[in-house]
């Protein structure tokens, strides 16, 4: 089963929805503010991106520009990382789709079409 990881308030993720419904695809829709990713989720789309962590970030947000990701990034850890996103679902750029062998941020409509 697919999950989607959204914000209702996000364009975005409501024309992501809209495409996977118009598609037939089945799929379990979670409020990314109020049950972020898990750090095991993190971890398996960390590995769709080569490694990038700022892929998994939110990085127009405000919780992004706050926290000063942008400088602090680089310096650190895997764990620190996760933990923040994972205690933080602003932070988590979205939508976050994970299913069996797939893994996408964002969405890209050409992207999705190729994926899934």
Avoid at 65 to 88: C, H, I, P, Q, S
């Amino acid at each position: 089963m697919i999950r989607v990881y959204t914000y209702k308030n996000c364009d975005t993720c409501r024309k992501a929805l809209r495409w996977l419904c118009g598609r037939g695809v089945e799929f379990e829709e979670c409020a990314i503010r109020e049950r972020p990713p898990t750090r095991a989720e993190l971890k398996r789309m960390l590995g769709y991106y080569d490694g990038d962590f700022k892929r998994l970030f939110n990085t127009t947000g405000k919780d992004y520009r706050e926290g000063g990701y942008k400088d602090r990034l680089e310096e650190m850890t895997e764990a620190e990382v996760f933990a923040e996103l994972a205690a933080n679902g602003n932070l988590v750029k979205r939508p976050f789709l994970l299913g069996e062998g797939v893994g996408i941020v964002g969405f890209k409509e050409t992207e999705w079409a190729e994926k899934l």
